[in-house]
Every structure is written in structure tokens, then in C-alpha cells.
């Protein structure tokens, strides 16, 4: 049986409750559990302990990312964790940086311990969907995995592999809840099931 961790980066501030990300990751692990997979939890905004952190990230195949874009990324907590925990994370989750003085070929970001484990975004945007997939729109049309870059490099450093990401838009000025938890449920169940 595959073990997946949900971590969920969600962040209570301002207006936002972090409501839809908790839904989200709900509608993950019961879709998950359902698939017959194991299912371990992280709530980042609820605080955490490094060690426990990396030992959930170590026993885990598959990680989930749930969280909403602020500011054209992930809330500063979501990159908070990363750098605490992927840091902590060494020797075991990766090795070096992947050069070696004595062996040339060997090139930056090849140092990853995690191969085999795989990574997965889920997120939440006020912006459309063509703001990010369209020529003259916001993001010119670099869509939501050309925004995310940064985070899919830093798990690619890991020696980790990407699954799809998936995105909610508009969820601020025209949500459509039913509909992000049936695209949620077909997506998870196009990878997993």
C-alpha cells in the first residue's frame, strides 16, 4: 500500500480563513482513502516539529501540497517549512548539492536521496484560469507549473518526480465550489486510481 502525506499550507490572515484549503485536503484524503492508500497529515499554520516533519516525509511515496497563491506564490509559511524541514532533512533526504571535485559529469541538483517519491500541488487562485494559460493575459500564458517553478525545482533536487498539478481559479470572485471538488475527485482518481 502507497503511503500519501497531505500538507496543507494554508494560512489564516486577513479575510482568508484558509477555509477552501482545508476542504480541499479533505476531499484529498478521502478520495485517497478510499483508493486504499494510507493517508498522513500536515497542517503547517498549526505548527509542526522538524523531525517529525522529515520522518512523514521520509515514510511517505507521495507528497501533496495544499495551498492557496498569495502574491503570485505559496504563503511565506509553505517556503518557511521547506527551509526548515528539507534542510533538517540532510543526510536523508538528500545527499549534496550532486558535484564532485573528482567527477565532472556530475552536475548541480543531482544530489537528491528521494528518487522514487513523487510530488504533487494542489492550489487555490482568485485569478481566472486564463490569466494563466492565455497569451496577453497576467502570467503570459506561462500557466500555474511555470509559476510554481521554484517549488517543482526544489522538490526535483530532492530526486523527487512531479505529478499534475491542480488548480482552483476564480475561487474569490465567481467559486464554483461543487465543481472544484468533482474536478478535484477526477484528478485524483486519474493519477491514483
Known sequence: MKKILLINGG??????????????????????????FSVQESFIDKGYDVQDELQKLLDSDVWIWQFPGWWMGEPWIVKKYIDEVFLGGHPKLYESDGRSSSDKSKKYGSGGLSQGKKYMFSTTWNAPLEAFVEKGQFFEAQGIDGLLFH????????????????????????????????????HLHNIFG
Do not use: R, W
Request: aromatic fraction near 10%; proline fraction near 3%; hydrophobic fraction near 35%.
Open 151 to 186: 517549488l517543482h525545482k526544489a522538490h526535483e533536487f530532492l530526486g523527487m518526480q512531479s505529478l499534475p498539478t491542480f488548480m482552483c481559479n476564480d475561487v474569490h470572485k465567481n467559486p464554483t465550489f461543487d465543481e472544484y471538488v468533482a474536478n478535484y475527485k477526477k
Open 11 to 36: 494560512k489564516a490572515f486577513g479575510h482568508s480563513k484558509g477555509n477552501l484549503n482545508i476542504a480541499m485536503q479533505e476531499v484529498a484524503k478521502e478520495t485517497l482513502g478510499n483508493l486504499g
